[in-house]
């Protein structure tokens, strides 16, 4: 058994139990074909290897796995990691913060069977800091949110509760929010290229180009770092809209009609709550979206 570290262009950096990083690709084949099956960062396989050649001849069964819809205008569904036991979901306190697209993330993230963390970055670049964190707050439920800053070394300590042996952790998020940096500052190296943050918009820039599964210092377990995603289609997170919008969905229950639409039908109460000012009408819309 090996697990997969790195994906390049159909071919996978294999961690073999021996120790040895071994490149193994996938054979011919039906099962192979469909994007959901095949081999993703953080996925156990058994490998045979031959003189010269390795091929991937089994995939273990996953505990979890983070899918998102691929990029571009194809319908398909993308694993963007496997076996993962929390997802750092990596924002930063700027201009790039977003509310509905942290709807969007974490319905995916609990779809998928990890445990959600939502990580602010840049902290030492915010002047208003409690106002942003309130913001998020209003979303987030009961999801751990940390609000740290590699540059000035907060709160380190706090991301480290969610390590541990025999752990993996996954970060997630859009270009230049600081993944890279926030997976060097765990890993206490340079393992990951970074670069500094554009001056006329504060936004970072784009810098890993690949999914790289790293191993941390001491007994940390193994973290995962990913390319920035500019955009997130949802794919199959029915369970995760119940969890992040818990609040929308108890009101959805008690309207007068069990198949309302929540549109026009008098006894609605949702329609309710929104007269009464008691859901934000951009949530409720993130909602139906």
């Known amino acids: 058994p090996g697990r997969v570290v790195c994906e390049q262009r159909g071919a996978y950096e294999v961690l073999m139990e021996d120790g040895d990083l071994i490149q193994a690709t996938l054979p011919g084949g039906e099962r192979w074909s469909n994007p959901l099956e095949k081999p993703a960062v953080g996925d156990w396989l058994q490998v045979e290897r031959f003189e010269g050649l390795a091929l991937v001849r089994h995939r273990y069964a996953r505990r979890s796995r983070l899918v998102r819809k691929a990029a571009g205008r194809h319908t398909t569904p993308q694993v963007v990691g496997a076996n993962l036991d929390v997802v750092f979901l990596v924002s930063s306190l700027n201009q790039e913060l977003n509310l509905r697209r942290l709807e969007r993330y974490l319905a995916t993230i609990w779809s998928s069977g990890a ?92 810098t890993t180009t690949q999914r790289n599964l790293l191993r941390l210092p001491g007994e940390l377990g193994l973290l995962m770092d990913t390319p920035g ?19 929308i969905e108890a009101l959805t229950h008690d309207c007068r009609f069990r198949d309302c639409t929540h549109t026009s039908e008098p006894g609605c109460n949702v329609l309710a709550a929104l007269d009464a000012g008691l859901i934000d009408p951009d949530r409720w819309h993130s909602y139906q979206k």
């Open 115 to 206: 445990q959600p963390v939502v990580v602010l970055t840049k902290a030492d670049l915010c002047d208003d800091i409690s106002r942003h964190a309130a913001a998020v707050a209003s979303v987030t439920g009961d999801v751990p949110v940390h609000i740290v800053s590699a540059v000035a070394d907060q709160n380190r300590d706090a991301l480290l509760t969610h390590l541990g042996p025999g752990r993996t952790v996954g970060l997630v998020g859009s270009s230049g929010v600081g993944k890279s940096t926030l997976a060097n500052w765990l890993c206490g190296d340079e393992r990951q290229a970074v670069q500094s943050i554009r001056e006329h918009d504060a936004h970072g820039r784009h």
């Open 229 to 247: 995603m500019r955009e997130l289609g949802v794919w199959d997170v029915e369970e995760g809209i119940e969890r992040v919008f818990a609040d």
